[in-house]
């Protein structure tokens, strides 16, 4: 179980995160809402570990995380199926398993493309296969569907829902129809930390 307790994050003096808590059980799922700006990205490098937090402290990660940020995060050397089989075996044995993830997210056409070659919504797609490739624990989104249209949106949304069976699931959104789509418990921001309301 991921726990955060007592999370305080500033910026060059500014606070973003104040005393910010935040509980997910094994297969749980957390949706976190919030004005751009309020710390929703922070709070989630914050769970990964890759932001050192001023104080408080993160515990029960588990050993298999992945994470899809805002900006993807490819290898820019290696093409699209090249960046998905990294997760797998890094070798020709198991090409064919990394380009049906990327039919899963519709790019089986960009299986050979290097990430220069491909639009930003694109790249992000690739992430979100290479993270589900992985077949994590916990899954970390940072508003995976933003750059796509309705339709593609719901497709993925349908997909991504397909593939969270057993999985840990943080994510931040703006779409709150998306965290319910996915099951996620709404966590909103509220003066520097992260709460449920009720509906
Ligand atoms: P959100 O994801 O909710 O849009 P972020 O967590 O990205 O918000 O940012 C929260 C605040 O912290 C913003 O004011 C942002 O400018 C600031 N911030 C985030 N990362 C850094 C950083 N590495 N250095 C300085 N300020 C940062
Ligand atoms: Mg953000």
């Not at 750059?147 to 397909?162: F, I, K, N, S």
């Not at 998306?178 to 520097?192: K, M, P, V």
Request: some cysteine; aromatic content about 6%; glycine content about 10%.
């Amino acid at each position: 179980m991921l726990e955060l307790k007592g999370i305080c994050v500033s910026f060059d003096g500014k606070e973003v995160l104040r005393d910010c808590n935040l509980t997910l059980p094994e297969g749980g799922r957390v949706a976190l809402m919030g004005p751009s700006g309020c710390g929703k990205s922070t709070l989630l490098r914050v769970a990964l570990g890759l932001q050192k937090p001023d104080a408080g402290t993160v515990s029960g990660r588990p050993g298999r995380t992945a994470a899809v940020f805002q900006e993807p995060r490819l290898l820019p050397w290696r093409t699209a199926e090249e960046n998905v089989n990294l997760v797998l075996s890094d070798n020709a044995s198991t090409l064919p398993n990394a380009r049906k993830w990327l039919g899963r997210v519709e790019l089986e056409e960009a299986a050979g493309l290097y990430p220069a070659e491909l639009s930003g919504g694109m790249q992000q797609r690739v992430s979100l296969a290479r993270a589900l490739a992985f077949r994590p624990e916990l899954l970390v989104l940072d508003e995976p569907f933003k750059a796509m249209d309705d339709a593609l949106c719901q497709r993925m949304l349908c997909m991504v829902g397909e593939q969270l069976a057993g999985v840990s699931l943080l994510m931040a959104t703006h779409s709150e129809e998306e965290a319910r789509r996915l099951g996620c418990r709404i966590l909103r921001y509220r003066d520097g930390a992260f709460f449920e309301t009720g509906d």
